[in-house]
Structure formats: structure tokens, C-alpha cells
């Protein structure tokens, strides 16, 4: 028999998973970078897009 005492509680920053705070946080910055990206391209900064786009991409855990 297990005993209630001999288990910790294990928040989720303890699995290395990211709090709804964290991942809100996150969607705003990547809100963020995605007007910054729309805007660079308008105005034909395509390289500085393209920066905008892999930061997007590595924020959301895609990879390239």
C-alpha cells in the first residue's frame, strides 16, 4: 500500500512544460512578430521578414 505522504506534488515547470501563463505569454509574442512580419513585407523588407518568420517558427517549436 502507498502511503499519500510519499508523493510529491509535481507542478508542471518540475516536467518542464510550460504554465498556461507561459504559453499565453508566448501566443502574444508571436502575435506580436506576426504584425512586425506583415508589416516588414509590405514594405518589401523581405530579409528582416524572413528574420521575423524563423523567430515565429522557433517560438512555436517547429523547427526550421
Known sequence: ???E???KS???E???LETDEE???KEKEIARLEKQ????AKMMEYEY?????DQI????GNGL
Open 57 to 60: 517558427v522557433e517560438l512555436r
Open 23 to 25: 504559453k499565453a505569454e
Open 37 to 40: 512580419m506583415k508589416e516588414a
Open 14 to 16: 518540475d516536467l518542464g
Open 10 to 12: 509535481v507542478s508542471a
Open 5 to 7: 505522504k510519499e508523493f
Open 49 to 53: 521578414a524572413a528574420v521575423l518568420r
Open 1 to 3: 500500500k502507498y502511503n
